[in-house]
């Protein structure tokens, strides 16, 4: 009896530590993970410092970081398609070699270092600013560090779960606060359209390509999908539903507190939740809203967290990363602690700094990787390579068509949505072009815009949908 | 630095320590090093901001040297 227990303990103890092997998600899983990991960085950082550099157009500014999660999107998934069940870390290592593959990987840690002391400084600044003032704010640091220790057992299962649970309540609380403000908006404050200098347009789109740059954590867990196709579409879909959001909470901003006020504030986003105003009874309805917020922007810093152990894992060639989940939590507590003096420097580093790390190696590790992948694909064409992750492709053109019927095939749904974000820079170049002397363009321009904004998002779904259809067809 | 913290950091690194032994016995010398150095920068972190030592942490390149110039670009 003892000898069966003992037996008991250790394969649970092997379960439980030998989570890496076994970990997957669905497509829409990691769809939901981008789209918080997108949308709840915004709500805490960047917005005034959007609204402060191209003012009522702030809310074109997600236009070029949707164009690079789109080349993001791909790259994983022609990477995933050539190494399945493999992470980006591993596959750095499969095609760089050992040296090479490991420069790569300390530069994605490096990245992923910085980011989770981000945000995990300004989760605590956010609620030492706005919630409890008197508490110190180490504490208000180890609290969320805790949080990480704890979900550092687990698996990135555990907090695709978790983010299922709450993150339609945000899109739902996002959503509704056009509603609930509805007795605050005035879409004047957004005229005239397009007449913000094109560098200024520019510029706010390179700041938020920054933020963008976060979705490479995504990379650490590309081997739990094992479909290539269904990673794009997920990191595609999810990325929209995350910026068409964030669009949607600029331009309440501009709506309610016009084009100058909320460049001079920290957070605007909680600005626009204290301005709602239904009744004296509702009338403190931001902290419900925070309460709904907070775990998805926990769900946002567990995620990178996770990438990290799986990356510092995958560099000493192992599966199991809990070994490390405890003193690394510790270390990012103590450097989150240290990094910043004060709230200016750490909105500084967020706005300003996250573009420059992002630009400095992620196109150079993306084009690197992909060459090698070519070349690598080229010298073993003779020979037989590991079996392809299978993609929606692959079912009978038959039997594809009896499910689909005449609509369009998963092909035809990525391209409409390319298309569509290309309308969305015709739009807004053309807005831009005429709008100073034709005013009607720019409101054109604008609505062109959003409309195409919201089409990119359905075809996303659809995208997404179709390969759901197919899989459960195949 | 809150007394509190300080104290919390250090019964967590004891703790983690504790339970973590046995494991560390089985794994390859390599991880037992990226173990040891993480807690061991964790302890001279703590040291740091206890004795107000001013380490220079990757964070303050770009505060002072990166987000200026970026700043200045866009046109703040």
């Known amino acids: ?474 | 630095m809150s007394i509190t913290f300080q104290l919390s950091m250090i019964l967590l690194l004891l703790l983690a320590f504790m339970t973590d032994r046995p494991l560390l016995r089985r794994m390859p010398a390599a991880c037992g090093v990226v173990y040891y150095t993480a807690t061991t920068l964790t302890l001279t972190l703590l040291a740091a901001k206890h004795w107000h030592w001013n380490l220079p942490m990757p964070t303050r390149f770009f505060i002072h040297t990166i987000c200026p110039w970026v700043s200045g670009l866009v046109g703040l």
């Not at chain 1, 030998?18 to 970990?23: F, I, L, T």
């Not at chain 1, 998600?25 to 769809?31: D, G, H, K, T």
């Not at chain 1, 040296?99 to 992923?112: C, E, I, K, T, Y």
């Not at chain 1, 419900?288 to 000493?316: E, V």
């Open chain 1, 1 to 474: 009896m003892g000898e069966r227990a003992r037996r008991l303990v250790t394969k649970t103890h092997k379960a439980v530590t030998d989570v890496d092997d076994k970990q997957v998600i669905n497509q829409r899983q990691l769809a939901w993970l981008t789209a918080s990991i997108i949308s709840s960085g915004g709500v805490m950082t960047l917005q005034n410092v959007l609204i402060r550099i191209s003012e009522m157009d702030a809310w074109f500014s997600y236009l070029l970081p949707i164009a690079y999660i789109f080349l993001v999107a791909a790259f994983f998934a022609y990477i995933s398609k050539l190494f399945p069940s493999k992470n980006l870390f591993e596959i750095a290592q499969l095609l760089l070699g050992r040296w090479g593959g490991s420069a790569v990987a300390l530069l994605l840690l490096f990245h992923f270092w910085m980011i989770v002391v981000r945000d995990v400084t300004n989760l605590a600044k956010f609620s030492s600013t706005l919630l409890l003032h008197s508490t110190p704010l180490e504490v208000l640091i180890l609290l969320p560090a805790l949080v990480l220790m704890y979900y550092g057992q687990t698996s990135v299962e555990v907090v695709a779960r978790v983010n299922d649970l709450f993150y339609p309540l945000f899109v739902i609380t996002v959503l509704l606060m056009s509603l609930l403000l509805m007795n605050e908006i005035d879409i004047r404050l957004t005229l005239p359209e397009l007449t913000t200098a094109p560098s200024n347009l520019w510029s706010s789109n390179m700041l938020a390509l920054g933020s963008a740059g976060d979705v490479f954590i995504l990379g650490a867990f590309l081997h739990t999908i094992c479909n290539a196709n269904h990673i794009r579409s997920a990191i595609r879909h999810g990325a929209l539903l995350g910026f068409f959001l964030l669009t949607l909470l600029l331009l309440l901003e501009i709506f309610v507190l016009g084009p100058k006020m909320p460049g001079n504030f920290f957070y605007p986003t909680y600005n626009l939740v204290q301005m709602v105003h239904i009744t004296d009874f509702l009338d403190r309805l931001d902290i419900i809203i925070l309460t709904i917020w907070f775990p998805t922007i926990a769900c946002k810093i567990i995620a990178i967290y996770m990438a990290l152990l799986i990356g510092l894992s995958s560099l000493l060639k192992r599966h199991d990363y809990t070994v490390f989940n405890k003193p690394v939590s510790l270390f990012v507590t103590m450097t989150c602690v240290l990094s910043f003096n004060s709230t200016t420097e750490l909105l500084s580093f967020s706005n300003f700094g996250s573009i420059f790390i992002v630009l400095a190696y992620q196109p150079l590790v993306v084009v690197l990787l992909a060459v090698a992948a070519k070349l690598r694909k080229r010298t073993t064409a003779g020979a037989p390579l590991p079996p392809p992750a299978s993609t929606a492709e692959e079912h009978p053109p038959m039997q594809r068509a009896a499910q689909l019927g005449r609509k369009l095939s998963y092909r035809g749904w990525l391209w409409l949505g390319n298309g569509c974000l290309a309308g969305c820079l015709l739009f807004v170049a053309g807005g831009t072009m005429f709008s100073r002397r034709m005013p009607a363009v720019g409101i054109a321009g604008g609505i062109g815009y959003a409309l195409c904004l919201i089409l990119t998002v359905l075809t996303t779904y659809m995208e997404v949908n179709r390969l759901k259809q197919s899989q459960a067809g195949g």
